[in-house]
């Protein structure tokens, strides 16, 4: 029993094993004729004979013969025997068999299985980069294929040497679209990289399109060049403030200046306490009769053509009581009011001597009698100058 069993299980790995090496893999380009021959057919009619077949066009397996219904517009059987598809498409994809008698009562079966294939056009680098910023994630391009059949592959190179997405200096976004009524692919991929500093200044970018099917050369896009910015440091970005300091009287004049060099001319936007200013660009920001509304933190940002911007160190600007006499504010000026408030009327007016004193009526009699009593003496004290000795 035991040995009878296990020739049982050989026979049937063999039989697996010989339709395996039966089938026949078949790759067919899309909308071109296939002909597949039926093994053991008789060259010419009547044939014994059938076709079956079972891929997209069918729920299950079809069975085509020479009586049987014709399906021309997808496949029929040719006077030898062959199956002819006059123009394979993606639903034909699947697996065909035939079955065929002899004349001489041998029967052959034949076992294909069909894949098909569309090679696109080369890929092309779409929104390329012209300049990239060392240190600074950049979008170097986004690489496209176009319809194709099955999906296949892109990949990225660097001065001819392959590029893998590790997530840090070099990043990979790939989409793939099949179109709704083709079925064909459409595939892209976006690469970002961050070049350091000091590196070649015109890298070479290229992306390459490796078709799923037939094995063949890959297809490569026209390479792009762009060169590579090293960014000004921040240091170098400089806010010049005057008066110096940034302290200024109420009423007074401050004047910031952006200060980065470089070429070609930048943008100088403002900063006040973080938040941008709606002002057109300039590198002089004035600001005349300063007020308390004006207090707070200033900074300038510079922006490259087509790089990233730079930031300046802020600088604060406050108001100031001044020292000069006859000009108070703020809060002295508050404080001398609270005192003329408090202070006696005496000591009020000798503050201001130039306020004139109202008399009392009843001290007013005897300074007009004091008057005259001066008037007549002033005679006498003349005539006894005049006389002499």
């Not at 069975?63 to 025997?81: E, H, K, M, Y």
């Not at 053509?305 to 504010?329: C, D, F, L, M, R």
């Not at 000026?333 to 000798?350: C, F, H």
């Not at 300074?367 to 008037?375: D, I, K, P, S, W």
């Amino acid at each position: 029993m035991a040995a009878g069993a296990a020739a049982g299980a050989w026979v049937l790995v063999l039989s697996l094993w010989g339709a395996v090496v039966g089938s026949q893999n078949i790759t067919a380009r899309i909308g071109e004729p296939l002909v597949l021959n039926c093994k053991g057919a008789p060259k010419k009619p009547p044939q014994q004979l059938e076709w079956k077949l079972n891929t997209g066009r069918t729920e299950a397996w079809k069975v085509l013969s020479t009586q049987g219904d014709s399906w021309d517009s997808v496949a029929r059987i040719l006077p030898n025997g062959s199956l002819l598809l006059p123009a394979v498409g993606i639903q034909d994809e699947g697996t065909f068999r035939c079955r065929a008698m002899s004349r001489k009562g041998k029967e052959t079966k034949s076992n294909y299985q069909v894949q098909v294939y569309k090679i696109p056009g080369k890929p092309e680098i779409v929104d390329p980069a012209s300049e990239l910023t060392a240190g600074i994630p950049n979008k170097v391009g986004t690489c496209v294929s176009e319809g194709g059949y099955p999906a296949g592959t892109l990949s990225w190179h660097l001065d001819g040497k392959p590029l893998i997405s590790d997530g840090k200096g070099v990043s990979v976004k790939e989409e793939t679209r099949r179109h709704p009524e083709t079925g064909l692919f459409t595939v892209q991929s976006e690469l970002m990289v961050t070049p350091a500093l000091g590196q070649a200044p015109r890298p070479t970018f290229s992306c390459s399109f490796s078709p799923g099917l037939p094995r063949r050369r890959a297809l490569h896009a026209a390479s792009i060049q762009p060169s590579v910015w090293e960014p000004v440091p921040l240091e170098k970005v400089q806010l010049v403030v005057e008066p110096e300091g940034g302290a200024v009287a109420p009423g007074g004049t401050v004047t910031l200046t952006c200060e980065a060099p470089a070429q070609p001319p930048l943008q100088i936007h403002w900063l006040k306490d973080g938040m941008p200013l709606p002002l057109p660009p300039s590198p002089v920001l004035l600001l005349p009769e300063v007020g308390p509304q004006d207090q707070g933190t200033y900074s300038c940002v510079a922006t490259y053509p087509a790089h990233g911007p730079q930031e300046s160190p802020a600088v604060s600007i406050s108001i100031i009581e001044t020292g000069e006499e006859g000009t108070t504010t703020g809060e002295g000026l508050d404080k001398v009011r609270e005192a003329e408030a408090d202070t006696p009327q005496d000591t009020w007016l000798g503050v201001w001597p130039t306020r004139k004193e109202e008399k009392a009526p009843e001290n007013q009699e005897e300074e007009e009698e004091h008057a005259e009593l001066n008037q007549s003496e002033e005679p006498e004290v003349a005539e006894g100058s005049a006389g002499g000795p």
